[in-house]
């Protein structure tokens, strides 16, 4: 009987040693010190860029850097993340502000047209800047992969590489302003509200704004004339679509979780609003045969950024990869854009998929009057 005990006993045992080891194995430690990041190989360092319209869709620079390496083999592939860095002076350089996220993507080239840029200076600085007004800003690269049982896995980052760039703000509606969109979607943070943009008509704002959907839902907002409390601030008016400037005038409010195209008159003080459903439809998208598209939601501030990812499918017509976005299930409303550009066009061709089937990540960028686009294979 004890020589049984002994043999149970001397088993228990056994296996604990036996489940230490393949925990062991499974959870290999990563050496952050032997980590190389990346480094550039081709970068606009100390490069001074005069963005023009008129050369808008064409490619103003293209960013190239070395792949991470981590002294863990068998990782999956990393991502990496271009960010923009601003000088908190905006003028001059003086020292850099946080680090500003501008796409994340497998690959290691991105190449940036005038408008892409423009773009992405004007979403921090606002339309509303002298003429010729110089910015000094940075580019970095984060590169980052997540991977079950390693023990630590941190972010590679580059150096910061310095510019100078001098926007354009041609296409951006007269007069140039904005009203944010402050609300309990977002924490009724002005400074981190969605904006929405004034049109060729004096007075008159025009945006997309996605409340995500939460439980309990509450759709109270109001908009603001600058990114804080000051004023002016518009409220709830005598009617459901009258506004108020009073301080203490009543909260707006929408009727349900999603996308809606807002149109303000400063002028007459009123406002209202079209709910729109955005999403991607193509031929490698769900079915492959243009008749049915997938939603896109917005899931971090400022809400007006949509984005999906799917698994697209080679086209079983056999024909070239290529996809649009479109409002409400419908044709009446949708986007493509010409080759070469990231900038959308009403109506505009398909976009090709030049790298086949696989899983991407689409996105819709709203942010701006000029809207644009980005899809990523993952």
């Not at 296996?15 to 480094?39: M, R, W, Y």
């Not at 680090?99 to 509303?128: C, M, R």
């Amino acid at each position: 009987m004890k020589k049984i005990q002994y043999i149970i006993i001397f088993l228990f045992a056994l296996s604990i040693v036996f489940n230490g080891c393949k925990k062991d194995e499974k959870s290999p430690v990563l050496d952050t010190t032997a980590t190389v990041a990346p480094s550039w190989v081709e970068v606009p360092v100390d490069t001074t860029f005069v963005l023009l319209e008129d050369s808008a869709d064409m490619i103003l620079t293209t960013l190239e850097w070395t792949e991470v390496v981590y002294s863990v083999s068998d990782l999956p592939s990393p991502l990496y993340t271009v960010q923009l860095f601003m000088a908190t002076d905006m003028v001059g350089g003086s020292g850099w502000g946080d680090p500003i996220s501008i796409l994340t993507q497998s690959e290691i080239v991105k190449p940036f047209t005038h408008a892409e840029l423009n773009s992405i200076i004007l979403k921090q600085i606002g339309a509303d800047f002298p003429e010729d007004t110089v910015i000094t800003a940075g580019f970095r690269i984060k590169a980052n992969v997540n991977a079950n049982g390693v023990s630590s896995v941190i972010d590679a980052f580059s150096d910061i590489s310095s510019f100078s760039v001098t926007p354009y703000s041609a296409d951006v509606p007269v007069g140039g302003s904005s009203l944010w969109v402050p609300g309990a979607y977002q924490g009724w943070a002005p400074a981190d509200a969605a904006q929405i943009w004034e049109t060729d008509v004096a007075g008159v704002f025009e945006g997309f704004v996605y409340f995500p959907e939460v439980d309990p839902f509450d759709g109270n907002f109001k908009f603001t004339g600058n990114p804080n409390w000051d004023g002016p601030n518009f409220g709830k008016g005598a009617g459901d679509f009258d506004l108020d400037t009073d301080p203490g005038a009543g909260n707006l409010e929408i009727p349900g979780p999603g996308g809606y195209f807002f149109t303000v008159d400063t002028t007459t003080l009123t406002w209202s609003f079209i709910a729109q459903s955005w999403g991607v439809i193509g031929s490698g998208v769900l079915g492959g045969d243009w008749s049915e598209d997938v939603d896109m939601t917005a899931i971090v501030a400022p809400y007006n950024v949509l984005e999906v990812t799917i698994d697209v499918i080679a086209p079983p017509d056999g024909t070239e990869l290529r996809f649009k976005y479109r409002e409400g299930d419908a044709w009446a409303l949708n986007y493509g854009a010409d080759p070469g550009s990231f900038v959308l066009v009403e109506g505009g061709p398909d976009i090709p998929m030049p790298e086949g089937p696989g899983n991407y990540t689409f996105k819709m960028d709203m942010s701006l009057p000029i809207y644009t686009y980005e899809f990523i294979k993952n």
